[in-house]
């Protein structure tokens, strides 16, 4: 004999506290009672007992035990007591249905998600109709689908609802959030069952924790199977208009085999190649092809296997941009070579009588020249004239000699040239927010100004002079360039690869607070950063960019990865079980307690408490005595 | 705040064609409703007598004088004015009970005063409780009722009951015979037989409105009770149960009959009425059935 719904002590808490408030009622209506009475003429007429012997004797007792004992009835009727044992009672059970994007692949003409829905369902009509089952989807993460649920059909709604997703599966966090439903949800943990293919990262298997309650009902998946690791596109370094792609490839079957891979750019073949792996190996390949235009670049295996989402992957290349600057000037060849160094830059080059100051896209250059009106986008002054110069000029000087660069600054990174002598050189006065680029022992020569519009003032012509010939000329102009225009220099790398836990490598150990790592809608993505190891999770298929400073990288994470080994527990039950689990064996009474329970109250008012309502409401008037009619 | 009417304006419509009744022949004003035994001036034939000098030549049979050729006087049926007093008890032992009585009792006091005052009686209010307080006086229509209302209303409950007392007071207060309705419990810790005997042996016409509440007449407590007395404030501790209630019930009807038999011994009314019983159900009831208000 047990209590399902409540433990002895509960019970026994729960009976006596009601017990105590019956009894406490029970003396609280027998006690003495004060009423104001017109006469009490009557009352004398009436008395005829003794009045102490009454007040030490319970009156009514019989309705007293009969209202505890209807208690105690009702009670147990909602502690729902069982005959039998506890350990034959219902039980709840986790049910882990994989839904890793592996579980796609077909074997036959059926997919094998289809096979563990049926295992799953098959598993669920053996158990006994009282255990509950909570049904958990597991690919990189564990997603509950139902409570603790006994309804039969919501259960299998929730199995049948169930679809290959584009992520690898994590068995442990399956396990642990199973074990972890059990321990704080759970009235009496049953099974832990797990179905599906089981395939996991290679590096993750042996290190996995089974629970002792667990049951795998494998389901077996094709051998042989040949698809992308990881797929890559990102512009060359050495020439902004070449791409390269990098291809890795797995032969995840037991056999080797030959497989021919061709990369396309819009349609176009852009490269073949073979690959000729042995079993589980694994290989990569390169290709380097120019465009300056945007489009699709679709890597393909040549080959039919059961598992196809791996063997095409499609990348969306944008178009190369060019940073448009306009020079104004009455000397164009002396800056052109400046330009024409710098990739991603069109410059043109025009007199300055022909200044519009309405351009709205790019950078203008002023060289020695006060427009009218000063240019509404970013721009380059060179030896303004000293009373139109936007940043003011404190005095000018002859034969300046440049000291030194602010090196801690983007604008001055790399620049390392000394000893520059100037024969007529500007000095400005430096406001505050302005950051002085290169100085003298006389003052600022080179000023740039951040806001919006950005400025940067020369005061000496850099390619008139000396510095012509240096490194730091290009230099410096690139600096400039890429602090006005840092979107265009940014380097583009896209990565097809599967959703879960991506590592991104950078190239410096990088502040976090400069990085931004978003999703494809703009939403912040959280992420870690250890040495030079960026971290983020994504549990769903989609595009997330990671943005360090001058570098981007584009995760479209939708290339399935099937996972190298096959898990198997070799301490858990495997297979449907043979029998029910769970008999039941206890019966239910409640219904008959509460049934008797309600009878004991229904009694009890019928016999003692209807007696004083009745005598209240006995309507009787003297009127209708027969004596009375005789008026 | 206005306080609520005592009586509706649809009751009061059902009450304009009832009439308080009596039945003893009181001397009284001409112009009443209630025929007299007394012979007078009205317009029911009574009786015919011998002539005698000095008697009204209208009078005289002249058709028997020329069969008989002796004058015979017809006499006439008097409808004398009676004056109606009504004895409001508003003692402590009104206010007891679930419903309260004396709430009760001044509805159908208003109830009663408007049925008169429409048929041109005298009204008289009188409220008592252990002696006899400011009386109102009403008479000369249904216009006459709204003061009457006012009075009714402003009456508070207090003290206990001493109709020794009261019944002394008022036949030194009032001389006239009279219509005499009392509204009461009755209950007097004395007695109150003897005095409303003194009433109806001064010639008083007795109409007894014995007004009680359900918890009067049965109580629904049990077991262990303290009980004090709304009037004398005195106690009493008792076990009740169900056969001490059923002596209860036994002595309060033996108490209600030995009013009835005042009331009825004197050929006056006696009507018991239950709070429970709506002041409609009253009128045109056990009321109506006695005979007092017709």
Sequence with gaps: MFFLNLSLPEFLAVLGSLSAGVVALYLLDRMRKIHTVATLRFFAAAEKAPVLKHRRKLQQPWSLLLQLISLLLLLLAIAQLRFGSPARASRDHVLILDSSAWMAARTGQTRMIDQARAAARSYVRLLPASDRVMVVRADVLATPVTLFESDRQKINQAIDQTQPGAAPLSIQEALDFAQQAQRLHSQRPGEIVFVGAGR???????????????????????????????????????????????????????????????????????????????????????????????????????????????????????????????????????????????????????????????????????????????????????????????????????????????????????????????????????????????????????????????????????????????????????????????????????????????????????????????????????????????????????????????????????????????????????????????????????????????????????????????????????????????? | MKPDPLIDSIFLAKLERLAIQWRKSFPGLVGGHNISHFAGPGQEFLDHRQFHHGDDLRAVNWRAYLRLEKLFLKMFQVEPRIPVRLLLDCSNSMTTGSVSKFDYARKLAAALCYVGLVRLDTMCIQPFAQELGDSFLSGGGRHRFIPAVNFLQQLKPSGRTDYFQIARQFISKYPQRGLLIIISDFLDDTDCERPLQFLADFGHELMLLHIWDDEDRDPPWEGQLDLTDAETGSTLEIGFDAAARRNYTVAFDEFAKSIQRVGLRNSGRYVGLSTGTTIEEAIFGPMARSGGIQ
């Design chain 1, 200 to 631: 996991v990262s290679g590096d993750k298997a042996p290190s996995l924790s089974t629970p002792p309650n667990l049951r795998t009902i494998p389901i077996n998946g094709p051998s042989e199977h040949f698809g992308f690791r990881k797929v890559s596109v990102r512009r060359s370094f050495t020439d902004t208009d070449t791409w390269e792609v990098f291809v890795a490839v797995k032969n995840y079957g037991a056999k080797a085999r030959s497989v021919p891979l061709g990369v396309q750019f819009g349609g176009a073949p852009v490269g073949t190649r073979r690959f000729d792996l042995k079993a589980g190996a694994e290989e990569n390949a390169t290709f380097r092809f120019k465009t300056r235009a945007a489009g699709w670049l679709e890597a393909r295996l040549i080959t039919q296997d059961a598992f196809q989402q791996d063997d095409r992957a499609v990348l969306e290349l944008p178009a190369r941009k060019l940073l448009p600057v306009t020079v104004y000037s009455t000397e164009p060849d002396l800056l052109r070579p400046v330009f024409t160094a710098i990739p991603g830059v069109q410059a043109t080059f025009r007199p300055p009588a022909s200044y519009d100051a309405n351009i709205h896209d790019g950078i203008v250059l002023l060289d020695r020249f006060s427009p009218p009106a000063p240019p509404a986008v970013d721009s380059i002054w060179m030896e303004p004239p000293p009373n139109k110069s936007p940043i003011a000029v404190r005095n000018t000087e002859k034969k300046v000699k440049l000291k030194n660069w602010r090196a801690d600054h983007p604008l001055g990174a790399g620049l390392r040239a000394k000893d520059l002598e100037f024969q007529n050189a500007e000095v400005f006065q430096v406001q505050t927010g302005d950051i002085a680029l290169a100085e003298s022992d006389a003052g600022a020569l080179i000023v740039a100004r951040p806001g919006k519009p950005k400025t940067v003032v020369f005061g000496f012509h850099p390619v008139r002079s000396g510095m012509k010939y240096e490194l730091t000329t290009p230099l410096l102009f690139a600096n400039i360039l890429r602090w006005m225009a840092p979107d265009i220099f940014r380097s583009w790398e896209l990565t097809a690869g599967s959703a879960g836990t991506v590592d991104v490598e950078l190239e410096s150990e990088t502040n976090p607070s400069t990085i931004h790592v978003v999703t494809e809608d703009g939403k912040p993505l959280p992420f870690t950063v250890e040495g030079r190891t960026l971290r983020f999770f994504s549990g769903a298929a989609g595009i997330v960019r990671v943005l360090t400073g001058d570098r981007e990288l584009v995760y479209s994470l939708t290339l399935p990865q099937p996972g190298d080994i096959v898990w198997t527990s070799s301490s858990a039950k495997h297979g449907l079980p043979g029998r029910s689990p769970a008999q039941p064996s206890s019966t239910d009474i409640w219904p008959w307690l509460a049934l008797l329970g309600s009878l004991g109250l229904l009694t009890d008012w019928i016999l003692f408490g209807r007696k004083q309502g009745g005598a209240a409401a006995a309507p009787h008037t003297l009127h209708r005595l027969p004596w009375r009619k005789a008026s």
